[in-house]
């Protein structure tokens, strides 16, 4: 089985542009969770969302962050502008949480660099 | 707020010694525990989850959890150049989300 699918896997914009991240999370995993990861902060939540609904964007930086899940196999995370500090590795990860325990399994990450 | 606090290292053990990862958690109520395996420049994988107290063997692996004390730990037996990594402790609290740990660098050395 593919695991999760993220895209772009590199992705270098100047500040002021719109980046769109895309992720697919394994089939039939009804949870789908993006992070940040940084040296600093180490691995935030940003959103989660259950069956393609937001359930916790209180992670989510600032407005300027959005997260979108218009069906059960893709999920965007857009930035608008971008801005240096939101340079990092975001990661998308999946999970079947019906039965729980809620294992998650991460996606190969997009690194993000704004300069 | 739920905090799951790990030591950044680097801590460094010798091919073929057990390597001892520990990790404490503030959340009381948290349920089910993961440890994950980070390799530079990759992404976290799941190496381990234990649920109840005691002692969960994987292969080399074994994961331990005191719920009393608040603490689980990861043993690596017969380490191996090829386990340095940065492994993450992660923990469920009853919901769907996980609290994650910053991570302990590991180094084998040969």
């Known amino acids: 089985d593919a695991g999760v699918i993220q895209s772009p896997r590199h992705e270098v914009t100047e500040m002021g542009q719109e980046v769109t991240l895309r992720c697919k999370p394994i089939?039939?995993?009804?949870?789908l969770f993006w992070y940040r990861q940084t040296m600093m902060r180490g691995l935030e939540l940003l959103i989660y969302?259950?069956?393609?609904?937001?359930?916790?964007d209180s992670g989510m930086p600032e407005d300027r962050f959005s997260a979108k899940m218009p069906n059960a196999s893709f999920s965007t995370l857009k930035i608008q502008p971008s801005e240096p500090r939101d340079s990092a590795v975001y990661f998308c990860?999946?999970?079947?949480?019906?039965?729980?325990?809620?294992?998650?399994?991460f996606g190969p990450g997009t690194r993000l660099t704004v300069t | 707020q739920k905090e799951v606090e790990q030591n950044s290292g680097p801590l460094s053990v010798p091919e073929g010694a057990i390597a001892s990862l520990n990790c404490t958690y503030s959340?009381?109520?948290?349920?089910?525990f993961f440890w994950y395996r980070q390799y530079s420049g990759k992404s976290p994988e799941l190496i381990m989850s234990?649920?109840?107290?005691g002692d969960k063997e994987d292969g080399r692996f074994t994961a331990q959890l005191n719920k009393a004390s608040q603490y689980v730990s990861l043993l690596i037996r017969d380490s191996q150049p090829s386990d340095s990594a940065t492994y993450l402790c992660a923990v469920n609290s009853g919901y769907s989300t996980l609290t994650f740990g910053k991570g302990t660098m590991l180094l084998v050395s040969p």
């Open positions: 969302f259950n069956n393609n609904v937001p359930i916790d």
């Open positions: 089939s039939g995993h009804n949870s």
């Open positions: 990860a999946s999970s079947e949480q019906n039965r729980g325990p809620y294992e998650q399994y």
């Open positions: 234990i649920y109840s107290n």
């Open positions: 959340d009381r109520g948290s349920q089910s």
